[in-house]
């Protein structure tokens, strides 16, 4: 496939795509929902219970460089496949597992196909799009984690109530399984595919607007995650709601990035310079996160804020996932440099949460040093993108 794209942008390959985006992030959101029915089944521990939900982050932040570079030998298209596959066989075994370890060798499958799918996806999606659409269909792959969280947030509960966690799980294989037969009806099976050498390895790891864009997708990661993925928590905990409330109000606060991240896709179809799309997203999340955080405002205007918070956000993802195209689309790189992002984007989400909570425990003025916190952390993104070196593109 040549790295200048396709002449025309296959827009069918690009729904198949995002299709495979949403039902592997789908796992992240449905494991969350279920959490609890699962820990009353198994007897699972607080501990054990933190690890099953962090097997997805700790495969991507351990592995996501080499997992990626490997994977460009198989080529993106088929790593999808065998991604959307796994999930399919994690999910439809994990319903009829009844050990607490059963459990867990399957959700080490689904973290094993979410991090294959979210690997080879990026690189095929700049692809399989002309050099007109690319900015834009490469921005628009960040609402993949959005949607699918989110809407497994929402849905799974219901489904859970009206199956059993098992009915949930077959019914989440069941749509894997549609939709790895759209993928390989429509999606390109050897997209990408090269043989993976320490050169391509080596050129992501020396490419500052590579190592640059890496880091700044972790900074955002953490400040998302410390914000409206312990939103949940903090409405039950300060405002006295139920936890299936608070997990509505959780999901749509993580939808609303979704809207943000096609904002930011058109944004820089349109010719808007990244320079200016991720600072302005920054200075959103900045003016919103004290609302936020800090108990003493009304539940309303904390909810409004996080809702801000993340549509703002939304446009950050977008430009860093098409800034990152720009530079090693159709490369030997290419599969490395979203291995990159992707570790870069896992550490954040592990260690982003933990030390946001510690700040605000150990300091007396906690939700105005959380909030300065992360006001630093947005501004070093927004330093990152103004700092990106122009035009440049791996060799």
Known sequence: MPSEGYPATSWTAVAGLMGAGVVAAAQIGGASAALPVLQDEFGLSSTAAAWYLSTVSALGAIGGALLGWLGQTLGFGRQVRLGLLAIVLADLGGAAVDSLAGLLVARVGEGLGLVMV????????????????????????????????????????????EWGWRGASVADGVLAAVVLVLALRWVPSGGGRGRATAAGLLGAFRSRSVLIIAAAFGLYSAQFLAVVG?????????EGLTVAAAGVLGAIAFLVSAPGNFLGAYLLHRGAPLRWVIPAGCLGMVASAWAVLDPAHPMELRVAAALVFSFAGGMVPASLFAALAAVSAGTGAAGAAIGLLTQGSALGQLLGPP????????????????????????GLVALGAVMLPRGERIA
């Open 118 to 161: 979210i690997l080879a996806a990026p690189p095929l999606l700049a692809e399989v799009s002309s050099p007109s659409h690319r900015r834009l269909v490469s921005g628009a792959w960040g609402a993949y984690l959005p949607v699918g969280s989110g809407l497994a947030a929402l849905l799974v509960p219901p489904a859970i109530g």
């Open 230 to 238: 312990l939103l949940p928590a903090s409405l039950v905990a300060d």
């Open 355 to 378: 030390l946001v909570v510690a700040v605000g425990t150990a300091l007396a003025a906690g939700a105005t040093a959380q909030s300065l916190l992360l006001g630093c952390f947005a």
